[in-house]
């Protein structure tokens, strides 16, 4: 009877009962879409996977992503863990105007992001890569948090400033969207201030009004938690939009010493005369001053849907010492002629900034 009694007390000592990760618990207004203990909100979705496919293929592929979920994700001491490769996580739940707040962890090498409306990306880097000459648009030691499918040398598509920890540390995202406007904190420094995010999917039209929440999976591990999201009503969201004026739609260096710097692009398709759609093709770039570059000063131009300046201060005498407009004007080939510009941006010289 001793030995049994001892037995007994030996295996109750020795059993484990398993327990679950602490409730989160999201700020006032926030609510929690992932629990901390198991993949419930979230399926398994790349729709870089899908997107060319239709209809029977396009079901079979969707079907294959979500069986495959729980073999490339799992919880681990309420931490959302995923192993560098698989479908993403995508909440079940498609999100509109939102402030989203996130935590994650990687490692060296590895690659991510998070899209937002299903679309791609608040990107996160290993900021200890150099940038490659040969790709000079990738630029991962620049940090985390740019909206790196935009266009290229557009508002918003690198960070403001390098805000990443060191790895093994945690990772703090504030995500802030309303409409196309995107504002991005990493851990409390403001890395994009209310750029427009492109519809990578089809850059004619605007971002999706709602979609999912989806974390990338690209090569190596990482890991997140405390997910919150708080939904932004309409008439905050108007007020958000006022209060943050226009978006800006072209850059300049702070001073105009060595030039100007700036990119245009059009997101939108004319419609020719035979009713097929041709890309507009942008005739130039004037600079308007009538006292200072003269009437019209045609400086540059591109073809296709945008495309990034340099202009050294050089080719045009005493740039930015004077206030001046940009404009652009567009056709496309059922035109004969040139459409007036669209005023771009003014420069104010005395405060020397757009």
């Known amino acids: ?76 001491n309420g931490e959302l863990v995923n192993n560098g490769t698989g479908p993403y996580a995508t909440t079940s739940e498609d999100y ?26 608040v990107q996160i880097w290993d900021i200890n890569q150099a940038s490659n000459p040969k790709n000079p648009d990738r630029n991962p030691n ?29 990772n703090s995202f504030r995500i802030r969207q309303v409409g196309a406007r995107t504002w991005i904190w990493l ?14 999917w089809d850059r004619t039209k605007p971002l999706p009004a709602k979609g999912p929440i989806m974390l990338q999976t690209h090569g190596g591990e990482i890991r997140w938690r405390n997910i919150f999201i708080r939904e932004i009503k309409p008439d905050e969201a108007e007020k958000i939009i006022k209060e943050a004026g226009p978006a800006k739609k072209v850059g300049f260096n702070a001073d105009l010493k060595s030039g100007l710097v700036f990119h245009a692009s059009l997101q939108n398709n004319a419609v020719t005369t035979s009713g097929k759609n041709t890309v507009l093709k942008g005739t130039g770039i004037n600079f308007i001053d009538d006292n200072f570059f003269g009437k019209v000063s045609k400086v540059a131009s591109f ?14 005498p005493n740039l930015g010492t004077q206030d001046f407009t940009i404009s652009l004007w567009v056709h496309s080939n059922a035109q004969n002629g040139d459409n007036p510009g669209d005023m771009l941006c003014q420069y104010d010289a005395v405060k020397k900034k757009a």
């Not at 851990?187 to 990578?200: F, Q, S």
């Not at 073809?303 to 045009?316: K, L, M």
Request: charged residues 25%.
């Open 1 to 76: 009877m001793k030995k049994t009694l001892a037995s007994i007390a030996i295996f109750c000592a020795t059993f484990v009962i398993p327990t679950q990760a602490a409730e989160p618990k999201p700020p006032t207004g926030f609510k929690a879409i992932f629990n901390g203990n198991d993949l419930t909100g979230w399926y398994g979705w790349n729709p870089h996977d899908s997107v060319k496919l239709k209809d029977e293929k396009l079901a079979a592929n969707l079907k294959k992503q979500r069986d495959e979920f729980a073999k490339h994700w799992k919880v681990e």
């Open 96 to 121: 509109g105007d939102i402030d989203l707040l996130i935590d994650y962890k990687t490692v060296p090498k590895a690659d991510s992001g998070i899209y937002l409306r299903g679309t791609p990306q």
């Open 142 to 170: 620049k940090g985390s948090g740019g909206l790196f499918n935009n266009t290229p040398k557009t508002p918003g598509r690198d960070p403001l400033v390098v805000a990443d920890k060191a790895f093994g540390e945690w």
């Open 187 to 200: 851990n409390e420094k403001l890395v994009v201030d209310g750029a427009i995010m492109e519809n990578y």
């Open 303 to 316: 073809d296709g849907r945008g495309s990034h300046f340099e202009i050294p201060a050089g080719n045009v």
